[in-house]
C-alpha cells in the first residue's frame, strides 16, 4: 500500500510523539492500526465512509474513510494505471480536531 507523503508524515509525527513520551503501547496500536486499514481497504476497498462520521463536510474531497482501532485513515484508490491499489491519504487520531476543521 501506498502513502502520500503527507499521510507518511501524519504517521512519522505520530510515531515520534508516542517514542518520545516513552508509550510504546500507543506504538503498538499505532501499527496495528495501520495494518487494520490497510488490510480492509485491500479487502474491500470501495467499502469506506465518505467521511469520517464526526465531519460529513469532508465528503467533499472525493476521499474514502476507514476507522481502524483510535485512528481515521483517508484513501483514494485507483490512483495512476487501471488496476493500481489504493493510496493512503491521512491518518488523523479520532480524538483530535482534523486540520482545518473547526
Known sequence: MRFTAKAQTQL?????HYYGLDRIEAVVNLNAAI???IDEITKTPRAGLRSPRPYPELSALGHL???AGSYWVSYRHGVGKPGSTALITGVY??????????
Open 65 to 67: 474513510w476507514v476507522k
Open 12 to 16: 512519522r509525527s505520530l510515531l515520534t
Open 93 to 102: 487520531y479520532d480524538r483530535s480536531n482534523i486540520p482545518g476543521l473547526a
Open 35 to 37: 495494518d487494520q486499514a
